[in-house]
């Protein structure tokens, strides 16, 4: 991929706070991408409200802002530094959300700012349950029945509909926090009312529980072109509602 000679300053959205799931690989990531950055001439701006991070050492980036990742800090950041794109996908859950804000906050289409790495497009069509849903469709993916719903009495009429148990799973949340499985109507109101109010966008999919499939899991990276590697060892999980889970580490796989 040849060197993008249009862009000079690239911001980098941090993880905050270090969490379950989130913070740890996104630091070794982002140290990475702030390195490789400047080595290609680049100047980076990084913002982390977490100092307790490899990326926040004032040798990884140009200049280093350890403020709040919200979007009136981040305006004020860009304003100040101009920056010609902003990279938000090494910051997990944190940076995805917050790519998300300044969008529809209007200040990248005003000052020109481009997203690089994946799309608004992409991070849309993967968080929002709906479009996600859509999507598969349009692929001819088998997924269970599911209906996106914004308020409780919604939520309990499907669940009759199709039957307990449901899971519940809310959008734009990190790692799905605030979802769960409910069982019957007192669940469903407890998990449900808490995966609304931890939804940004107060939405939640009710999908029918698939718990006891056989579920098989591998990770790719592919590009536009159809080129692909595994980027870690493949790990097959075998669950199911008598046995216990079962891993098998498979060879890695040439390119």
Avoid at 45 to 61: G, K, Q
Avoid at 88 to 108: C, F, H, M, R, Y
Avoid at 193 to 219: D, H, Q, W, Y
Wanted: proline share 6%.
């Amino acid at each position: 991929m040849p060197k993008r000679e249009d862009i000079n300053k690239v911001l980098i959205i941090g993880s905050g706070p270090i969490v379950i799931g989130q913070a740890a690989e996104f630091d070794y990531a982002g140290s990475q991408a702030c390195l490789s950055l400047r080595v290609e001439g680049y100047s980076v701006i990084l913002v982390n409200s977490n100092p307790a991070t490899i990326m926040t050492d004032d040798e990884i980036a140009d200049k280093v802002y350890l403020e709040p990742l919200t979007v009136p800090s981040l305006k004020k950041i860009i304003n100040k530094e101009h920056p010609d794109a902003i990279l938000p996908t090494l910051g997990g859950q944190t940076g995805l959300n917050l790519a998300v804000e300044l969008s529809k906050d209007g200040i990248l289409d005003e000052l020109g700012i481009e997203l690089l790495g994946t799309s608004l497009q992409t991070i849309n069509e993967a968080e929002d349950r709906e479009k996600f849903k859509d999507l598969m469709q349009e692929l001819h993916q088998p997924i269970p029945d599911s209906k996106t719903v914004y308020d409780l009495q919604d939520g309990l009429d499907f669940a009759h509909k199709i039957d307990y148990p449901v899971i519940i799973r809310p959008a734009y949340t990190l790692g799905g926090t605030g979802g769960g499985i409910a069982h019957n109507d007192d669940e469903m109101m407890t998990i449900l009312n808490r995966g609304l109010t931890m939804s940004p966008s107060t939405e939640c999919l009710v999908e029918k529980s698939i718990a006891g499939f056989k579920e098989i899991e591998f990770e790719v990276m592919r590009d536009h072109h159809g080129s692909s590697i595994i980027v870690t060892g493949w790990k097959i999980s075998i669950r199911s509602a008598s046995t216990p889970v079962i891993q098998l580490s498979l060879p890695q796989p040439k390119r």
